[in-house]
């Protein structure tokens, strides 16, 4: 049980189930004490359950945003922004219901554009909030899992594998969603790989053809553009190669 707790609650968001109840427990009990008038009318115990389903919303809410973001958006930074600015809006009529539910005894008001506007504005606030501090959770849990070396990992899907890069005794392998740090043999890294699929174009580097965007020569160097931005070193021997690879 412990062990499923402290797994992602899926692959492609990395903070744990555990972090992520620990927020939501420890955000309503602050909301309690710092938003007393929202719970007033209710007993203790009904106005943190109140605030629980809040947060627990609002967490899955931004957790389905961040993995559809992931999905489409390469850059890090404009899938966290796609993940925080619309959460407010989608978050707006799951508090309204859980207010309804919880604090009104005559049955929900009827749903008008007054409403809905007055209830975004009170929850936008503290759910931009929740959603930047999600985000600093994620951002730390990569960091956290690219910068230590792994022992053995299978390739990542092709689709995403942009190059490797040797780096003395490591590998690292620079995905469409992030890096991770490999303790492995470069030559062992390549070999796990369809030959297919890329070219060593370096000594130290091996790039996926499908997301080279250019190639470039500067001087007496050669490169290769990568669809995440990254200019990768081609050896004058691989350059004739790679050009032809490429068509």
């Not at 890096?179 to 390549?190: A, C, G, P, Q």
């Not at 996926?208 to 500067?218: E, F, G, I, P």
């Not at 990768?232 to 691989?238: A, D, G, Q, W």
Request: proline share 7%; aromatic share 8%.
């Amino acid at each position: 049980m412990m062990r499923l707790f402290a797994q992602p609650l899926c692959p492609a968001f990395p903070v744990p189930l555990r972090d992520l109840l620990i927020l939501a427990f420890a955000g309503s009990a602050v909301a309690v004490v710092w938003e007393p008038d929202h719970s007033a009318s209710l007993p203790l115990v009904t106005g943190f359950v109140l605030w629980l389903l809040h947060f627990l919303s609002a967490i899955g809410l931004y957790v389905g945003l961040s993995v559809l973001a992931a999905r489409w958006i390469t850059s890090r930074a404009l899938s966290a922004l796609a993940s925080i600015l619309p959460l407010p809006l989608m978050f707006t009529p799951f508090s309204l219901v859980i207010d309804w539910a919880l604090q009104n005894d005559e049955g929900p008001e009827p749903l008008g554009i007054d409403l809905f506007a007055d209830e975004l504005i009170d929850v936008a606030p503290w759910s931009i909030t929740v959603a930047l501090i999600l985000t600093w959770m994620a951002s730390r849990q990569q960091n956290d899992t690219s910068s230590e070396p792994q022992t053995s990992v299978p390739p990542p899907a092709l689709h995403s594998l942009i190059r490797l890069e040797a780096q003395d005794h490591y590998v690292t392998y620079i995905t469409a969603e992030g890096s991770r740090l490999v303790s492995e043999r470069f030559t062992d890294s390549i070999d796990k790989l369809d030959p297919a699929l890329g070219l060593q174009c370096h000594r130290s580097h091996w790039i996926n053809l499908q997301h080279v965007t250019s190639t470039k020569r500067a001087g007496s160097a050669y490169m290769a553009i990568m669809t995440n931005g990254d200019e990768v070193p081609v050896s004058r021997r691989r350059w004739s190669e790679l050009k032809a690879r490429l068509g």
